[in-house]
């Protein structure tokens, strides 16, 4: 969901919200894990193609190495959240 909604939709956007919000709790755990972990793998892919954008002429193996790194460094923000 967008935060950043012009507050003249919010009461529009609430009923939606909380449908999605219902939907989710019926759906069953399996399918959950399931979803997440195909989200996750597409924005790996993202962030792969972000990778070779950025540096075109890297081999693959230059592009992993990278993707590494990034996943490392996000590893590191989130447990300083803690």
Do not use: H, N
Not at 17 to 27: E, L, Q
Not at 41 to 60: K, T
Request: with cysteine.
């Amino acid at each position: 969901m967008c935060y950043s909604t012009p507050m003249a939709m919010a009461p529009l956007l609430d009923p939606l919200r909380k449908d999605d919000i219902a939907r989710a709790r019926r759906t069953p755990l399996e399918e959950r894990a399931k979803q997440v972990l195909e989200l996750m793998e597409a924005g790996l892919c993202m962030q792969r193609a972000s990778l070779r954008g950025r540096f075109p002429a890297a081999p693959g193996d230059e592009i992993e190495r990278r993707l590494r790194l990034w996943l490392a460094r996000d590893a590191r923000w989130l447990a300083r959240d803690g």
